[in-house]
């Protein structure tokens, strides 16, 4: 089975950057979602297999960057904002297409906190 692990998440004063990481092995879409206490887990960035597809949340776009090499999948974030403390989950999706629905993930890590102070 896919195991995916986040690393990067932690500790960053507002407008700051951070980068988080993970991989999966085989013919998967990847994406991240993050969730703060009290609210649904949301999209933020996903990316297709071959990386040619790319799709951003509206309020993430122009300042998070998501990419990939081969297994690892990696996004940039920019200019962060206190309102975007969560705990942030990669995800994989079989086959090719990128998606932004929760509910076409196949797997999930454990999270990884980002915490962006004021």
């Known amino acids: 089975q896919v195991r995916l692990v986040e690393s990067g998440g932690g500790l960053v004063q507002a407008g700051g950057s951070l980068t988080l990481s993970c991989a999966a092995s085989?013919?998967?879409?990847m994406g991240w979602f993050r969730q703060a206490p009290g609210k649904d887990r949301e999209f933020v960035a996903s990316?297709?297999?071959?990386?040619?597809t790319t799709y951003y949340a509206d309020s993430v776009k122009g300042r998070f960057t998501i990419s990939r090499d081969g297994a690892k999948n990696t996004m940039q974030m920019n200019s962060l904002k206190p309102e975007e403390t969560a705990v942030y989950y990669c995800?994989?999706?079989?086959?090719?297409?990128?998606?932004?629905?929760?509910?076409?993930?196949?797997?999930w890590g454990q999270g990884t906190q980002v915490t962006v102070s004021s």
């Open positions: 085989g013919r998967y879409a």
């Open positions: 990316i297709s297999w071959n990386g040619a």
């Open positions: 995800a994989a999706r079989r086959g090719a297409a990128a998606s932004i629905s929760v509910d076409e993930y196949d797997y």
